[in-house]
């Protein structure tokens, strides 16, 4: 790669990753990734470090036809946590199924292949993967938001969904077309995150 095509591609990357932002699932409409380019962003997670290459997380496709019954688990996982849910906030629960063309569950394995790789560096290999698709998927032109809530560790939906015991669902994943786009929310600057050890500041 010549130097200049090395600048243009930093350039784009850069662009790439500061140009992503959440766009909640109700502003996420049709059209949605088609197969082939469903393909490449599962692609892009499968590129995420792992130690150990254990693939300790794996994305749940909802798909169109089982979207209601996905509503009626988040419609439980209300009632189990509150059992005097109103009929409207029943509606809203359950109308979290129903939002983006493109939705999927990332579920991550606490135990699978090693018992030497942590939780923690297990939801760390998912933040990747999901990120290297929010990423591809805003560079294919799409809007992307991770959402999560006390539903997806309810007994219910855990049920619901068939999840073994060392299962835990992370957050939802959605992906669409944007119909409205917000400001971006501001980005913590780089000395809120970084300190060099020894320094006293
Ligand atoms: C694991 C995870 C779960 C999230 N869940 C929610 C959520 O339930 N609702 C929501 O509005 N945003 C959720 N977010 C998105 C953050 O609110 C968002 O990334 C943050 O406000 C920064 O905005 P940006 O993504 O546009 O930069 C979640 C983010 C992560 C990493």
């Given at each position: ?73 988040f419609?439980?996982a ?27 569950l ?41 959402t999560s809530g006390k539903a997806l560790k309810a007994?219910?939906f855990r049920?619901?969904l ?6 835990h669902v992370i957050c939802c ?29």
């Amino acid at each position: 790669m010549s130097d200049n095509d090395k600048r243009t591609a930093i350039r784009l990357a850069s662009h790439l990753m500061a140009s992503r932002q959440t766009v909640l699932p109700k502003r996420l409409v049709a059209p949605g990734p088609d197969a082939a380019e469903l393909a490449q962003l599962f692609q892009a997670a499968a590129a995420a470090p792992d130690h150990d290459l254990i693939n300790p997380w794996r994305f749940l496709i909802i798909p169109e036809h089982k979207r209601a019954d996905l509503g009626d688990l988040f419609a439980a996982a209300l009632l189990e946590r509150d059992p005097s849910a109103s009929t409207e906030q029943l509606e809203q629960a359950r109308d979290k199924a129903l939002r983006a063309p493109l939705l999927m569950l990332l579920i991550v394995d606490g135990v699978k292949g090693s018992i030497e790789i942590d939780l923690n560096e297990r939801v760390l290999s998912a933040g990747c993967a999901v990120q290297n698709l929010m990423l591809l998927a805003n560079a294919m032109g799409y809007g992307s938001a991770l959402t999560s809530g006390k539903a997806l560790k309810a007994t219910c939906f855990r049920a619901g969904l068939g999840l073994g015991a060392s299962e835990h669902v992370i957050c939802c994943l959605s992906v669409g077309s944007v119909s409205l786009r917000k400001p971006f929310k501001p980005r913590p600057e780089v000395k809120q995150f970084t300190r060099i050890w020894g320094d006293s500041a």
